[in-house]
C-alpha cells in the first residue's frame, strides 16, 4: 500500500543536541509537509517543499531545519532542541498545493526532551 | 484573518445517539475544506474534500456538508470505534505573491460510550 512512513516512532533527545527526523514516501507525491503538533492543538504547519521548492512558514524558529534529498525523502532537523520543541511531528504529502491539495500523514514522531 | 475554529470542543456521545461537529471558518477565499480523523497518538487520517457550498460527502456512518462560512459533519448512529479527534482544515486562495494556506483548526474530541 502507499503510503507515508515516519521514523523513529518516539524520538528522545537531551536539551541542546541535536536530532533528525525522517520521512519517505510511496505515493510520488510532489509537496511534503512538516507539522508540529502540541497536546490537544491543531497541526501547526513549519515548512513545506514544492518538489525541489523550499517554503518556510515566517515564524517557523531558525531552530528548524529542512532537507529534501530526493523525491521520496524529507528530513527535518532541530539543531538545538529546547524543552518547548517536546511535541508530535507530523509529515505529510499531497499530490499539488493547488489542487488535490488533500494531504496525507505519516504515523508521527513522538520528540520527548530531557 | 483568516481562522478555522471548531465546535463542541468536546462532545461525549452514547453509541447509536447521532449527533454534529461544527467547523466555521473566515477566509478570503475558500479553495477547499478538509475534514480528518485523528487517532491518539498517530497522525490525522483524511476523510473528505469539500469544494463548494452545498456540497455533500458521505462515507459510513459520516456526512459532511459545506454552506459559505461552515461544514458540518455529521455522525449518524456512532459506535465506540468512531471516538476519535475531527479535525478540519481549510485551504484559502493565495494572492499573486503566494501560494494557498491550509489552516487547520482545532479539533472536536469525540467519544461515543457503548
Known amino acids: 500500500d502507499a503510503m507515508v512512513i515516519q521514523n523513529p516512532r518516539y524520538q528522545v533527545t537531551q536539551f541542546g543536541k541535536p536530532v533528525t527526523l525522517s520521512c519517505s514516501q510511496t505515493l510520488n507525491h510532489n509537496v511534503m509537509y512538516w507539522y508540529q503538533q502540541k497536546s490537544s492543538q491543531a497541526p501547526k504547519l513549519l515548512f513545506h517543499y514544492y518538489d525541489k521548492d523550499f517554503n518556510n512558514e515566517a515564524d517557523t524558529p531558525d531552530n528548524f531545519q529542512s532537507r529534501r534529498p530526493n523525491t521520496s525523502f524529507c528530513f527535518l532537523d532541530i539543531r538545538s532542541p529546547g524543552l518547548g520543541d517536546a511535541a508530535m511531528y507530523l509529515c505529510a504529502t499531497s499530490r499539488g498545493r493547488t489542487s488535490h491539495n488533500e494531504q496525507f500523514f505519516g504515523p508521527g514522531t513522538r520528540l520527548t526532551v530531557l | 484573518e483568516d481562522q478555522v475554529t471548531q465546535s463542541p470542543e468536546a462532545l461525549r456521545l452514547q453509541e447509536g445517539e447521532s449527533s454534529s461537529l461544527n467547523c466555521s471558518y473566515t477566509?478570503?477565499?475558500?479553495?477547499?475544506l478538509f475534514w480528518y480523523r485523528q487517532d491518539p497518538g498517530k497522525g490525522p487520517e483524511f476523510l473528505f474534500t469539500?469544494?463548494?457550498a452545498g456540497e455533500e460527502k458521505e462515507k459510513e456512518r459520516l456526512k459532511a456538508t459545506l454552506t459559505k462560512k461552515e461544514s458540518f459533519l455529521h455522525i449518524t448512529a456512532p459506535k465506540p470505534e468512531d471516538s476519535a479527534t475531527y479535525l478540519c482544515?481549510?485551504?484559502?486562495?493565495?494572492?499573486?505573491?503566494?501560494?494557498?494556506?491550509?489552516?487547520f483548526g482545532p479539533g472536536t474530541s469525540l467519544s461515543v460510550i457503548p
Open positions: 482544515a481549510v485551504q484559502a486562495y493565495g494572492d499573486v505573491t503566494s501560494y494557498d494556506k491550509v489552516i
Open positions: 469539500l469544494y463548494s
Open positions: 477566509v478570503s477565499g475558500l479553495r477547499g
